[in-house]
């Protein structure tokens, strides 16, 4: 059972840095108590995640809600915009956008000055400055063996020039990884300027320095003071810092005392009122607007949404489709809810909802003509429209390519296979290929005779287990029997990673505005990180590292969908749906709008405490 610790003193903390007890902890500078709600007090806003967090290491972590935690802990050099659509980069500790080289292999970037990490025993006392030796030590941890980083496959692709080199000598010396050797790629000029050289060109490399939960500083004395225990005492430099923690509970953030001044100067779309009022009103505050964000683990739907509507949440994000006929139905707020001023936002959601055919596994992996049949088959057979029906209630579109909505590359227009059901066509593929029932028991056997047998990872949560409903019903049409392997998701996260499934069925959201974040699930060196099906097809490297290096234009457009192409032609991935989220918020939540990319909502919005006393919220 996971403990909650508190840290009352520092020499409390200096104890606990070496040698953390296991479980849930708390804090940096002690955690606060927990403010009433009502017309004065702090402000808290009160969310819930459906997942539990992992920890809270940008270096170890690849979940999105422990990310989105250490977005708010953790300082990127850059940002995306909150309102403006498409969304753009931004300085964000860098004192003006990166410099690049004609070439686009060279980057440098300049922070600025006075930037302080929130206070922490590491520093000993001390006010610690934010420099440019931070963001080289935390990218370097990316390298490091001893931190298993699942993004490293983005600053491998990138090549920096040496980082790579050097991991693979240490690992062969079988020694510890060196934080002081010099490369060429990744350097501190001086205190305040960092500069990246690559080994090829790369236009859109400065989308790497937009995410504080992957190259956002770290301080090393912090990190070797936690050692292991260090994604259970994030120290960081941004807007918030972790006050208390409950494993796969509850999450407290509270302000950074020490957060440098930020104003809101956001630019709404034109055309969009409701951006407009919504600009005007916070331009000029300064950021972030709430004194504390609190995350509820909730895993199950119905007990989330009753959650939001006893007003022991503020914001429901990605209402969970079960609830989408009482709540928006024909997509429109219900009169009750319209009725008690809840603000509804719905948007396509820069995602995709897949599952996955292990490509190294004897049963559903490979690239001959029988294995392509047997999971082009398999996909045919699935019946999407009736998931979006009856499991998603409406709340997404059918996929025809593994790049989403929102993002460069994305063809709305575009259909093919993957977009089809036909289990005429299935059952043809299957015996044409040698997939039949040989012993006439009513099911399909390989071509050489043995069983076939399908397992599927999934989780207890009751939106897994109805989409496993349709599995079952879409194998048994087809004479393909299925078996399901249910585990929590972070089990079986860890398993995928580590190639130990068969199937399974999850979500990739994009980092930034561009398709190439969804071709990363099909590039060969990504196995066991974003390719989780361990895809490894030379003809779609190619076209992958042929479009990495060009800018946007008509030439890398048709590289990006010839890719997209060849993982419908061989399925890898059976991609279901992009989904439509809409996101519901008590009328005294200010400012709040969906965010695609990299951002968290919380240092955006404001409580407004005499409308939240007005109407009686409730405590938190």
Request: include cysteine; charged fraction near 25%; glycine fraction near 8%.
């Amino acid at each position: 059972m996971a403990r909650q610790t508190r840290h009352p003193d520092p020499a409390r903390r200096r104890a606990l840095a070496g040698a953390a007890a296991a479980g849930g902890l708390a804090l940096a500078g002690g955690a606060l108590p927990l403010p009433a709600r009502g017309g004065s007090g702090p402000k808290t806003l009160r969310y819930a995640f459906p997942i539990a967090e992992t920890s809270f290491d940008p270096a170890q972590i690849t979940d999105l809600y422990s990310r989105n935690v250490c977005r708010g802990i953790f300082d990127a050099l850059l940002e995306y915009t909150y309102l403006a659509r498409p969304s753009r980069l931004r300085p964000n500790t860098a004192a003006a956008m990166p410099e690049a080289s004609d070439d686009f292999r060279t980057w440098t970037v300049r922070i600025r000055p006075g930037i302080l990490f929130a206070d922490d025993p590491a520093f000993r006392g001390r006010k610690r400055e934010l420099t440019a030796a931070d963001y080289v030590y935390a990218i370097k941890r990316h390298y490091d063996p001893r931190w298993k980083s699942g993004n490293l496959y983005l600053l491998e692709n990138a090549r920096i020039l040496g980082l790579s080199e050097l991991r693979r000598r240490l690992i062969a010396e079988k020694k510890p990884f060196d934080y002081d050797a010099p490369v060429e790629g990744l350097v501190a000029l001086d205190r305040f300027t960092l500069q990246f050289r690559l080994g090829k060109s790369d236009p859109r490399f400065p989308d790497n320095l937009a995410d504080g939960s992957f190259t956002g500083a770290m301080a090393r004395e912090a990190v070797e003071a936690y050692g292991d225990k260090v994604g259970e005492h994030p120290v960081g430099t941004g807007p918030f810092r972790l006050a208390q923690w409950t494993r796969s509970s509850r999450i407290v953030l509270e302000r950074n005392p020490n957060y440098r001044e930020v104003l809101y100067d956001e630019e709404p779309p034109a055309g969009d009122e409701r951006l407009a009022r919504m600009a005007a009103e916070f331009r000029g505050r300064r950021r972030p607007l709430v004194d504390r964000g609190v995350a509820s683990i909730i895993e199950e739907p119905q007990p989330r949404w009753l959650s939001f509507l006893n007003e022991e949440q503020d914001v429901a994000e990605a209402v969970p489709a079960d609830f989408a006929p009482v709540a928006f139905p024909n997509n429109r707020l219900a009169p009750n809810l319209a009725k008690k001023g809840i603000q509804m936002v719905r948007y396509p959601r820069a995602d995709v909802a897949m599952s996955y055919f292990a490509m190294e596994h004897p049963g559903v992996g490979g690239y001959a003509p029988p294995q392509v049949a047997l999971r082009r088959a398999i996909s045919l057979a699935v019946d999407v429209e009736r998931e979006i029906l009856l499991v998603r209630r409406g709340q997404a579109i059918p996929a025809q390519s593994v790049i989403a909505p929102e993002c460069y590359g994305y063809d709305p227009a575009l259909k093919t296979e993957l977009g089809d059901h036909s289990v005429a066509r299935a059952k043809a593929l299957l015996d044409l290929h040698g997939w039949v029932d040989r012993n006439g028991d009513g099911w399909r056997e390989q071509p050489d005779g043995r069983p076939l047998v399908l397992e599927y990872a999934t989780q207890p949560d009751q939106q897994s287990r109805q989409l496993i409903e349709q599995w079952k019903r879409n194998m048994n049409a087809i004479g393909i029997r299925i078996e399901f392997k249910t585990a929590k998701w972070p089990e079986n996260l860890k398993a995928s990673r580590a190639g130990k499934l068969m199937m399974w069925g999850v979500g990739w959201s994009a980092g930034n505005p561009d398709g190439q974040n969804f071709l990363e699930l099909g590039y060969g060196p990504n196995k066991g990180q974003a390719n989780h099906a361990r895809f490894d097809l030379p003809a779609f490297n190619a076209l992958y590292e042929r479009q990495a290096v060009l800018a946007n234009g008509p030439e890398r457009l048709k590289l990006m969908q010839d890719a997209a192409r060849l993982m419908v032609a061989y399925m890898p991935y059976k991609v279901h749906v992009h989904r439509i989220w809409t996101d519901l918020a008590h009328p005294w939540v200010r400012g709040y709008h969906a965010s695609h990319f990299r951002s968290l909502f919380w240092k955006y919005v404001d409580i407004d405490l005499d409308e939240l006393a007005r109407r009686g919220g409730a405590a938190a």
